[in-house]
């Protein structure tokens, strides 16, 4: 919802009048401007888990450098001035400590 930050703002006395009626209105307002949606709409719109297959790779995926490391707890590649302790099997970066 679009915010006119120039308009005058409302005492609690100009809120404590507003009434019961006026508030339920705008309110049904909004939700009858939310629920209007074109089925054509519909068809650019991608949900979650959609079938991706078909998709190249666009980024290039480097290994680990000598620098970095794999957190075992988050798995991801840290540098090594991030690395809060480590022993044989455990490499943890700060953010997990």
Known sequence: MATDYDAPRKTDEDLAEDSIEELKATRTKAVVQVAELDESDNESLELPGADLSNEQLTVRVLPPQ???FTCTRCFLVQHRSLLARHNRRE?????CV
């Open 91 to 95: 490499w943890i970066c700060k953010n």
């Open 66 to 68: 000598s620098d970095e």
